[in-house]
């Protein structure tokens, strides 16, 4: 079974055995940490550590301000990962393409430096996950085919590739704000991530569910860095050769 799986139904499992406990109104990100840590050990039978320096924006940091950081690691002999997790709630306030994006860029960076799994996960209930994946912040805004590009792909059996270095119009002003800081560091041309792994299937829409994506970094894929990039490049008497500040 794939891990993805396992932690889409180990943590969608949790929150609906708490739910039945009357402990919905707890519910948040953090409130995820106990399962997603339980079955991230179950899987990999290694340490797991929460808030961990990310390997690659984190190294070489420092000064003030708080370095950035991974919701997730499972470290085998430190410092080498196995495995990496973004989580994310999503409550009825929804989420930002940015807030999303910008885990899935940090994700990719860990899958392709360190060649470990890397996850994203997201929980909330049924009714406002399927209302988020049907708003214009997921779909984003329609080609003149009338096709969407949306942030991560729901269902079939095939990967999904986002476009970082040709993003839609729609998406310039987000990716450009997420990667204007990073001048100096290399990007992949694409955010490849597999189909969506949920669970549970099919619950009422007043229960919870966690959608789990594994984020990928194929080998041979194309990468760039934002300083040789048109949209990203920062302009001359704004460049700096200190290490940037990381978007909130």
């Given at each position: 079974m794939h891990p993805a799986?396992?932690?889409?139904?180990?943590?969608?499992?949790?929150?609906?055995?708490?739910?039945?406990?009357?402990?919905?109104?707890?519910?948040?990100?953090?409130?995820?940490?106990?399962?997603?840590?339980?079955?991230?050990?179950?899987?990999?039978?290694?340490e797991v550590r929460s808030e961990y320096l990310h390997p690659v924006l984190g190294a070489g940091r420092s000064g003030p301000g708080r370095r950035p950081e991974v919701d997730f690691a499972v470290v085998g002999k430190y410092p080498k990962l196995s495995c990496a997790l973004e989580s994310k709630w999503l409550g009825s306030n929804?989420?930002?393409?940015?807030?999303?994006?910008?885990?899935?860029?940090?994700?990719?960076?860990?899958?392709?430096?360190?060649?470990?799994?890397?996850f994203f996960l997201l929980g909330g209930r049924r009714k406002h996950l399927e209302q988020f994946f049907q708003s214009r912040v997921f779909l984003g805004k329609p080609n003149n085919k009338g096709r969407y590009r949306r942030l991560l792909k729901l269902g079939g059996a095939t990967q999904s590739r986002l476009r970082v270095d040709?993003?839609?119009?729609?998406?310039?002003?987000?990716?450009?704000?997420l990667l204007k800081p990073y001048q100096n560091l290399s990007f992949s041309s694409f955010v490849t991530t597999s189909s969506s792994y949920v669970y549970p299937q099919h619950c009422p829409m007043f229960q919870y569910q966690v959608y789990v994506w594994h984020v990928l970094a194929p080998q041979g894929t194309p990468r760039f860095f934002p300083r040789d990039h048109k949209l990203y490049a920062l302009?001359?008497?704004?460049?700096?050769?200190?290490?940037?500040?990381?978007?909130?």
């Open positions: 799986y396992i932690l889409a139904q180990a943590t969608g499992a949790w929150l609906q055995y708490e739910f039945a406990c009357g402990r919905s109104m707890l519910f948040n990100e953090r409130y995820m940490s106990v399962p997603i840590a339980n079955v991230l050990f179950a899987i990999y039978k290694q929804g989420l930002t393409a940015e807030e999303i994006l910008w885990d899935l860029l940090r994700l990719e960076l860990i899958a392709h430096s360190e060649k470990v799994p890397a040709s993003p839609t119009p729609d998406r310039k002003d987000v990716f450009s704000k302009e001359p008497e704004h460049r700096v050769d200190s290490q940037p500040l990381i978007p909130e």
